[in-house]
T-cell receptor, first 111, second 117 residues
Framework: AQRVTQPEKLLSVFKGAPVELKCNYSYSGSPELFWYVQYSRQRLQLLLRHISRESIKGFTADLNKGETSFHLKKPFAQEEDSAMYYCALRLGKAAGNKLTFGGGTRVLVKP | DTGVSQNPRHKITKRGQNVTFRCDPISEHNRLYWYRQTLGQGPEFLTYFQNEAQLEKSRLLSDRFSAERPKGSFSTLEIQRTEQGDSAMYLC???????????????FGPGTRLTVL
């Protein structure tokens, strides 16, 4: 079965420092990968998806099929980036449309 | 508010009681998903509907759980004979998908937090 692993439960960085959230997945096919974010007292929302290849709020993520990773990066963290981040995988239409989430990484950006 | 809504937001019940949660998706979204999230974990898939048809159920969904989406709009999730292990946040998400498309974005509701005493 597919699995998503986020090895860091908590990342604490200073404002202006780079931040990288790790995400590894186990699946032999070609999944879709997503990053979802949950700010304090807000609902889970999509941050970005690998097929879009875009930068959202300064975040980027590259799908590395060889390493089965989809790490999220931002060169200069801001205090408003403090949130819970979840990496998620979807196998696609043929295998259903459900998302499989990792355990999440809490990011704390200190002033 | 035109987003996904869930009611109630919080539910406290005693073990053995039945509970029902409601999810109202974004208008005209044809897909509706239920997930469960326990403390310190990411959301786990429970089931999903395409219009009124329930197309997939997780093995997490025991016989005590039942979900419906009778008219292809709102959905209900019922848990019978609740157990303490059912305590969790129950999340609903909806999406609009077109035939042949597999890149629909799921929009999440605020969740219903269930506490079983």
């Amino acid at each position: 079965a597919q699995r998503v692993t986020q090895p860091e439960k908590l990342l604490s960085v200073f404002k202006g420092a780079p931040v990288e959230l790790k995400c590894n997945y186990s699946y032999s096919g070609s999944p879709e990968l997503f990053w979802y974010v949950q700010y304090s007292r807000q609902r889970l929302q999509l941050l970005l998806r690998h097929i879009s290849r875009e930068s959202i709020k300064g975040f980027t993520a590259d799908l590395n099929k060889g390493e089965t990773s989809f790490h999220l990066k931002k060169p200069f963290a801001q205090e408003e980036d403090s949130a819970m981040y979840y990496c998620a995988l979807r196998l696609g239409k043929a295998a259903g449309n459900k998302l499989t989430f990792g355990g999440g990484t809490r990011v704390l950006v200190k002033p | 508010d035109t987003g996904v809504s869930q009611n109630p937001r919080h539910k406290i019940t005693k073990r053995g009681q039945n509970v029902t949660f409601r999810c109202d998706p974004i208008s005209e979204h044809n897909r509706l998903y239920w997930y469960r999230q326990t403390l310190g974990q990411g959301p786990e898939f429970l089931t999903y509907f395409q219009n009124e048809a329930q197309l997939e159920k997780s093995r997490l969904l025991s016989d005590r759980f039942s979900a419906e989406r009778p008219k292809g709009s709102f959905s209900t999730l019922e848990i019978q004979r609740t157990e303490q292990g059912d305590s969790a946040m129950y999340l609903c998400a909806s999406s609009l998908a077109f035939t042949g498309e597999s890149t629909d974005t799921q929009y999440f509701g605020p969740g219903t937090r269930l506490t079983v005493l």
